[in-house]
């Protein structure tokens, strides 16, 4: 039976530890103390580190776990990290060693140009770094509009139950954006306040599901007449194509507070 553990670190990431109770994987090991931590607590040994792109709050700790641990490192393929073994890119498919899983590797470029996502069918563990976030998108370091729009499509369309690993808890933050841009969304009204009540207990926003998203993340929704009006309304943007809107969704996002 696989379960996966929430590791805080830093200010707002997320670490995550897929484990068998015996084995573990990390998934963007911003910070190796806490994961160190967390294996010592649960009695865990670590099998593998998957990294989803190089910012250095995703891959800053696996230096650290090198020496502690000889495990295979996947990565991007496009991307040039230290450590690496296994680079992956889009229709790869690898089998966690030491565990019972298997993921399939999504190309989603943008945040950065060769940033990858991790896909269990058989789990419906979506693990996709900053491409997709809990209510919002990365910001767009390397990518162009166009790539990041075909990378949410490609996650957009795994089915609506797999759930949501994202790598910040930015989800409050987002979702006041998303109803400043749709505020006649009801079920964006109604995930507001779900997710208020478990940030106010200290519980993570995260994981999300690709329903959800779908329903209440601009950025998913960008195509709605209702949120090109919007933009249009502001000033943000002079026309309804849609990658457009998109770009101008996510310029705004950029200066929003």
């Given amino acids: 039976m696989l379960s996966v553990l929430t590791v805080p670190a830093f200010q707002d990431n997320y670490l995550w530890l897929i484990h068998d109770g015996i084995r573990a994987a990390v998934v963007d090991p911003g910070d190796a103390t806490p994961i160190l931590d ?76 060769g940033h990858i996502a991790y896909y269990s069918p058989e789990q419906s563990w979506l693990f996709c770094g900053d491409t997709l976030f809990a209510g919002g998108c990365g910001r767009l370091f390397e990518g162009t509009p166009a790539q990041m729009v075909e990378s949410l499509e490609k996650l957009a369309a795994l089915p609506d139950n797999v759930k949501l690993y994202c790598a910040h808890e930015y989800t409050l933050s987002n979702l006041r954006f998303a109803q400043e841009v749709e505020p006649g969304n009801t079920a964006l009204t109604a995930r507001i306040a779900r ?43 002079s026309s309804r194509e849609p990658i457009a809107v998109f770009a101008a969704l996510r310029q705004w996002k950029n200066s929003y507070r």
Avoid: C, W
């Fill in 195 to 237: 997710e208020k009540a478990r940030r106010d207990i200290g519980e993570p926003t995260v994981p999300s599901t690709i329903a959800i998203e779908k329903e209440t993340n601009p950025f998913l929704r960008y195509r709605e007449p209702v949120i090109a009006d919007r933009l249009m309304d502001a000033g943000y943007v």
């Fill in 38 to 113: 967390t294996l010592a607590a649960q009695g865990l040994s670590l099998a593998a580190i998957l990294l989803t792109h190089h910012h250095a709050d995703h891959v800053g700790g696996v230096p650290q776990l090198l020496e502690r641990f000889n495990v295979p490192v996947f990565g991007p393929r496009q991307e040039a990290i230290a450590g690496m073994t296994y680079p992956l890119q889009q229709g790869d498919t690898i089998s966690v060693p030491g565990l019972d899983l298997r993921f399939e590797v999504i190309d989603v470029p943008g945040h950065t140009s």
